[in-house]
């Protein structure tokens, strides 16, 4: 399956910032999406990462807020803007292919982001 | 309600004993199941997948029953090492194409 390098790994940022998270795949694939780990909670999907078109949000998530970009079929970024201490929180990435079952979604390691 | 749904635990188990996890899931259109495991501070990591038929990895044993939208874990024999959360997750589909679903997920941990 494919291997995902998301950076950064952590960042302290302070509020009302924007901070860019990107994720590189080793190898092409059909789908990424980003996903939000709230502390002690699980993974809640952020979007579904579109190549060539605009992604796809989940209830609770607009564009505004959370632009992403997904220039090819290696690469996507998630952009949280306007950040408040409500936005602390791990991001992953994941990746799969279209013939994959679960053995090809990979995450990437996250992104642990603290607003202050 | 929400799509997948997991006992949060703690389980505080010794070393060496049999522990079981379940799950429920409300969408009926479901197609793949699967255990992921999620150390502190890691990313998830697939444990194995569930099929209808049952399926056993060494000391792990994950079932599915459809009719009752319920997926199980089993660990055998379990080892420190073995403490970790478990997420069960659902997907709609067979494919890569759609996100996948997780659970709060389980804590689990192991005891000397």
């Known amino acids: 399956s494919a291997v995902i390098s998301q950076k950064p790994s952590r960042d302290i940022c302070q509020r009302g910032t924007s901070l860019t998270i990107q994720c590189q795949v080793d190898s092409q694939v059909t789908m990424m999406f980003w996903y939000r780990q709230q502390p002690g909670q699980s993974l809640t999907l952020i979007a579904t990462?579109?190549?060539?078109?605009?992604?796809?949000?989940e209830s609770g998530f607009v564009i505004d807020k959370f632009p992403i970009s997904r220039p090819n079929l290696t690469f996507s970024t998630l952009t949280v803007s306007n950040m408040s201490p409500e936005d602390s929180s791990i991001y992953l990435c994941?990746?799969?292919?279209?013939?994959?079952?679960?053995?090809?979604?990979?995450f990437g390691s996250g992104t642990r982001l603290t607003v202050v | 309600r929400k799509e997948v749904e997991q006992d949060p635990g703690p389980f505080n188990v010794p070393e060496g004993a049999t522990v079981a996890f379940n799950c429920t899931y409300s969408n009926s259109a479901s197609q793949s199941f699967f255990w992921y495991r999620q150390d502190c501070r890691k990313e998830p990591k697939l444990l194995m997948s569930?099929?209808?038929s049952g399926n056993e990895d060494g000391r792990f044993t994950a079932q599915l029953n459809r009719a009752s939208q319920y997926i199980s874990l089993l660990i055998r024999d379990s080892k420190l090492s073995d403490s970790a959360t478990y997420l069960c997750v659902v997907n709609e589909a067979n494919t890569g194409r759609r996100a996948l679903t997780f659970g709060s997920g389980t804590r689990l941990q192991v005891q000397p």
């Open positions: 990462a579109n190549q060539g078109s605009e992604a796809t949000y």
């Open positions: 994941s990746a799969a292919g279209t013939g994959d079952r679960s053995y090809g979604y990979t």
């Open positions: 569930v099929y209808s």
